[in-house]
């Protein structure tokens, strides 16, 4: 699956399963579900108003939380954005980026859930 590093998963479930008393998959997916549309609205106003400083934090923290879960493809586009923003260039396709981490969020959070009820 390119948009979605299964070995990553596995470990998570797997390590979860050792947590007792908890399950930090489940929450992992959570934060990721709640955050990630939060992270990219808030570079969406960034690029508007030309804050490079809140559009490379936003793309930094999404980059870090999206690979930490093995949601790679998100992880990569957040990358190249986060660069980006440091040297305070907005490429052309910006807002292409920023769709193109929507559509694989939604085959992320299809694939994570998958594994909830797993």
Same mark, same amino acid.
């Given at each position: 699956?390119?948009?979605?590093?299964?070995? $990553?998963?596995?470990?998570?479930?797997?390590?979860?399963?050792?947590?007792?008393?908890?399950?930090?998959?489940?929450?992992?997916?959570?934060?990721?579900?709640?955050?990630?549309?939060?992270?990219?609205?808030?570079?969406?106003? !960034? $690029?508007?108003?030309?804050?490079?400083?809140?559009?490379?934090?936003?793309?930094?923290?999404?980059?870090?939380?999206? !690979?930490?879960?093995?949601?790679?493809?998100?992880?990569?586009?957040?990358?190249? $954005?986060?660069? !980006?923003?440091?040297?305070?260039?907005?490429?052309?396709?910006?807002?292409?980026?920023?769709?193109?981490?929507?559509?694989?969020?939604?085959?992320?959070?299809?694939?994570?859930?998958?594994?909830?009820? !797993?």
């Amino acid at each position: 699956m390119k948009d979605i590093d299964t070995g $990553i998963v596995n470990q998570l479930i797997e390590t979860s399963k050792e947590v007792e008393g908890s399950n930090l998959f489940e929450d992992l997916v959570g934060l990721f579900k709640d955050e990630t549309p939060n992270r990219v609205s808030e570079m969406r106003k !960034a $690029i508007q108003v030309g804050d490079f400083e809140t559009l490379h934090r936003a793309a930094h923290s999404l980059k870090s939380g999206s !690979a930490y879960l093995g949601a790679k493809k998100i992880s990569e586009i957040s990358k190249v $954005i986060e660069i !980006a923003s440091a040297e305070s260039k907005v490429k052309d396709n910006i807002n292409e980026l920023l769709g193109d981490i929507e559509e694989s969020y939604e085959v992320a959070m299809d694939y994570l859930n998958s594994k909830l009820v !797993a």
